[in-house]
DNA sequence: TTATATATTGCGTATAATGCAATAAGCAAC
DNA sequence: GTTGCTTATTGCATTATACGCAATATATAA
């Protein structure tokens, strides 16, 4: 019989017509999707969409079963939230550590959402350089952190996608500032660069160089996304930082953002620790977040972050 | 995530809010069906049912799972009728092995729905006696066999289950047939009784009576079913036979069913080789036959059973 | 008390799922 | 053509899961 797991991979393939693509979506490999795939054609006997070395593409009768794949991880999802007022409401304390970029960005809702189901549950939440988050949940008695997530996954943590923030290179706008003449839209080359003192965004950006074969020309380095705006409306180097950061910046109007269409996601998910994955709690706020997820990229499109 | 074949099991549970009887329907041990709530309650974090050795009873959230468990399972079923005309209809030549008492029964629904899905398959019905149905398969190039489900499974053997048939025990109606002054409404003792030569019906009979560690009293032997209410009616003994049979039988009306509650069901299943699940034909019928199984009940309980 | 019925759990085994790495095959650029 | 990239699939070894049997614990009935 289908799973509902399985049903979710599928969506995935009709979404992205990529098998490669699907299954980074679905965290599992390739090899495991095209035997889903297989699988479930197996069962409902029928051809679901037709594959060769060129890509996929969606029969009629995978049309069909998208449809009902569609329709049962809905009613599934709203048969979580009825039962979610069956459960008997959280108390204690909740702790949440993540940045202050973040902290704006998702806990409103989150929060919000979580009062509604446990209104007894306390929220302690800890605001900090999201560099090194992922300790917290070793030593800190933190529940969960928002947090970059990270290149390689640890075995020991468990974590939610919360969203992709496409990152921006910027310049100064102020045309008093020409950086030395460097024509910087063209090349990467030892361009004075603003960067994060470390962390994930640090490292992509010293990745990001390194497969341009450009120098990184580090000009100053500076502790918070947000600062860096600032930094570089003033004039002291270009920057690259997730572009939302900018869009919200009082000095969104002082920096130009340059076309770069290779630049990385900046990815930021909820994380917990693996072995705490039983708890009630852990794993009621873990649904919820899985739940609201897809809602963030939402408000991050339609620019609506923190009205709530 | 929930595997539709887990919600089933539920749904069994819900029906009879015991464990191991939901188990027998679903065709598993009592062990795996408590294992399946288990999983079930873990991966929807709500407690479905209480469960204690005086039995089971459902939760609210357990009702709540049980309409999405209901409404998945129907939309699923809708899905394989959508996609059953998606198929490339079957061709060639099906044989069914049957009872002659089957066949009026089960077939005309069968073959209706067949000939909608599959137009050119042709269909070779073969009747007979049921007693060693299951042998067909080996030998006789057939590939379905409608039989009394067999009491223990067999390894090479794979069944829907059709139907279960209530027997019941009739006597003469005619007051001028007192079976030699036998008061045969209390005890079963010495009965004379028409018994099927053999087969399936003629072992549950004489289980029957050794559970009730009665004397089995053979007055005659009779092949076929029907004719044993004719024999009955015409006062040569008692009998046991399905239910279905008296109602359906012309002497309906010269026999009268005894008042037995204890009388086992006699259960009827389609059967098919394992070793030929994977061929497209014999699983197709497979599965029409387990989604239209539901509706002979339906068809017993209204008696509306040959009207195609 | 004994017998029957209930659900659960320990344990060994069988089955299935998974990812890695290798493979095959199309496509594009040179 | 040839090389390099992308695509999906498959062999293989590992791990995880599912399963049933048998034993267990507990309640109900005789």
């Known amino acids: 019989m289908i799973d509902l797991k399985d049903a979710a991979q599928f969506l995935r393939v009709c979404e992205t017509e990529n098998l490669t ?25 029928v051809k679901l969409c037709y594959r060769d070395q060129k890509g996929i593409v969606i029969t009629k009768a995978g049309r069909l079963f998208e449809r009902f794949a569609q329709d049962s991880l809905r009613n599934f999802a709203l048969l979580q939230q009825s039962l979610a007022q069956e ?20 806990i409103p809702r989150l929060l919000s959402e979580l009062r509604l189901l446990h209104p007894e549950l306390e929220i302690s939440l800890e605001t ?30 468990e974590l939610v996608d ?3 923030f496409p ?3 910027i310049a100064p706008r102020n045309p008093a500032y020409p950086l030395n003449g460097l024509d910087y839209t063209n090349t990467l080359d030892n361009i004075p660069m603003v960067l994060p003192e470390r962390g994930k965004l640090r490292t992509d950006i ?8 450009a120098k990184l020309n580090v000009l100053s380095q500076v502790a918070g996304h947000e600062a860096i705006v600032s930094m570089v409306a003033l004039g002291f180097g270009l920057a690259i930082v997730p572009r939302i950061i900018v869009d919200l910046s009082p000095f969104k109007n002082d920096v130009i953002i340059l076309d770069k269409k290779d630049l990385p996601d900046f990815d930021v998910a909820l994380c917990h620790l693996k072995s705490r994955s039983g708890e009630p709690c852990i794993k009621a706020i873990n649904d919820l ?14 620019r609506k972050l923190n009205n709530f």
Do not use: W
């Open 128 to 157: 900090g350089d999201p560099a090194n988050a992922l300790d917290f949940l070793n030593h800190d008695g933190i529940d969960f952190v928002i947090a970059p997530k990270p290149k390689e996954l640890n075995e020991n943590i």
């Open 289 to 302: 977040a899985f739940n609201i997820a897809p809602s963030f990229a939402q408000d991050l499109r339609s």
């Open 167 to 169: 990152l921006a290179m």
């Open 21 to 45: 693509r699907a299954a980074l979506l679905s965290k599992v490999s390739p090899s495991t999707l095209s035997r889903t795939l297989t699988k479930l054609e197996k069962e409902l006997n």
């Open 162 to 164: 919360l969203i992709a």
């Open 87 to 106: 459960i008997a409401p959280l108390k204690g304390t909740l702790k949440i550590y993540c940045s202050v970029s973040a902290s704006y960005i998702f």
């Open 206 to 213: 010293e990745d990001y160089f390194k497969t341009h074969k």
